[in-house]
């Protein structure tokens, strides 16, 4: 079964500064999607970025960018100018594109907290 | 766009009792999941569905039933509550596609004593 690894459980960072939160995963297969999602204290779980393991680009969203590292099953995810509203939780995911009902793994969430 | 809808928000149930957690989407997606989130633990799948009439079991499924008699709505039921399984429960919804963004309600928080 896939695992998915986030060994901080909290991280800091000062407002306007950059931060990156790691994540590793467990798989054998060579087709996969990797997401990362927010969680604010309002509960919602909201998509921040998504990669495709045969994409070698790193995916990019404005402030919000991964360090993809196939074979080391590596997926980072760097928050430059950080701002007080990234202050959540976070959660890697994995998804396997063979599998039945492609579901979601997640990890254990990092802690983000934002210093002003 | 109401997106997916969890119901109740809050609830505290009794050893023993039995209930029903909604979930209804009206983005009219094939895919539905329930998971659960426990300090520590991440989000947990419970069951998941992938159309009207198909549901299946995921990581944690021991105490709790579920069906899709409609694209729209994937109900969780919890036959006899525990205090294990007070937690936070998530509805999400997706289209088919592996890469396909999966939306969540706003949870439900669970507690059984």
């Known amino acids: 079964a896939q695992t998915v690894t986030q060994s901080q459980p909290e991280m800091s960072v000062q407002e306007a500064e950059t931060v990156t939160l790691s994540c590793t995963y467990d798989t054998s297969e060579s087709d996969y999607y990797l997401f990362w999602y927010k969680q604010p204290p309002s509960r919602q779980m909201i998509l921040v970025i998504r990669?495709?393991?045969?994409?070698?680009q790193n995916a990019t969203e404005n402030r919000f960018s991964v360090n993809f590292q196939k074979a080391a099953k590596s997926f980072s995810l760097k928050i430059s100018d950080s701002q007080l509203g990234d202050a959540a939780m976070y959660f890697c995911a994995y998804r396997n594109t063979l599998e039945y009902g492609n579901k979601l793994v997640f990890g254990a969430g990092t802690i983000l907290r934002v210093k002003s | 766009n109401a997106g997916v809808t969890q119901t109740p928000k809050f609830q505290v149930l009794k050893t023993g009792q039995s209930m029903t957690l909604q979930c209804a989407q009206d983005?009219?997606?094939?895919?539905m999941s329930w998971y659960r989130q426990d300090p520590g633990m991440g989000l947990r799948l419970i069951h998941y569905?992938?159309?009207?009439?198909?549901?299946d079991q995921g990581e944690v499924p021991n105490g709790y039933n579920v069906s899709r008699s409609t694209t729209e709505d994937f109900p969780l039921r919890l036959l006899s509550a525990a205090p294990s399984q007070t937690s936070v429960y998530f509805c999400?919804?997706?289209?088919?596609?592996?890469?396909?963004?999966?939306?969540f309600g706003q949870g439900t928080r669970l507690t059984v004593v």
């Open positions: 999400a919804s997706r289209t088919r596609g592996v890469g396909t963004e999966a939306f």
């Open positions: 569905s992938v159309g009207a009439g198909i549901t």
């Open positions: 983005m009219n997606h094939e895919y």
């Open positions: 990669q495709e393991a045969y994409k070698q």
